[in-house]
């Protein structure tokens, strides 16, 4: 008896069970299709270019960027400094730029100088000063190294 209410029991689990990963492996089915770089450049774009966009909305876009494996481009960096402008907070785009600087990583050498030549002409437009131009890219409080001395 024990044995057929146990067999019973697998058979109804199992066809639960079943039906649970075949649901599950539909919607994993339906995120579509990946978007290019010249969508997801348009999309932040249009993002930072919205009318109305608060402090709020502007830090959570670059949240979300800063947050993603990937380096923004300068379109989408020129973007976002224009809405700083707009909400007149020049503390998130300097701290915007510091993000993006920081993106670059291992390749900071060679991109960041990139980034900042495209940039700079809206930079001069928008009277945003560098990190370099305020003296952040060295630390202020820093002691020197023994292995220097």
């Known amino acids: 008896m024990l044995r057929t209410t146990a067999g019973k029991l697998a058979t109804a689990l199992r ?5 649970t990963s075949t649901r599950v492996g539909a ?6 299709t990946e978007e290019s770089a ?5 999309r932040y774009e249009k993002y930072f270019s919205r009318e109305g966009i608060d402090g709020w909305e502007i830090r959570k876009g670059m949240n979300d960027l800063l947050g993603m494996d990937v380096v923004p481009s ?7 400094l224009r809405a700083c402008r707009r909400v ?3 503390a998130l785009a300097i701290r915007w730029l510091e993000g ?3 993106k670059c990583g291992d390749h900071k050498a060679t ?3 990139y980034l900042l030549e495209k940039i700079t ?18 630390p202020e409080l820093a002691l020197k190294s023994v292995f220097d001395m």
């Open 100 to 102: 993006c600087k920081d």
């Open 121 to 138: 002409p809206t930079l001069k437009e928008l009277g945003v000063p560098t990190i370099e131009e305020l003296g952040y890219d060295k």
């Open 88 to 90: 007149n907070d020049i």
């Open 27 to 32: 919607v994993r089915c339906l995120h579509g």
């Open 74 to 80: 300068p379109k989408i960096i020129e973007s976002g």
């Open 38 to 42: 010249e969508e997801f450049d348009k």
């Open 111 to 113: 991109l960041y100088p």
């Open 15 to 19: 066809g639960t069970l079943g039906a």
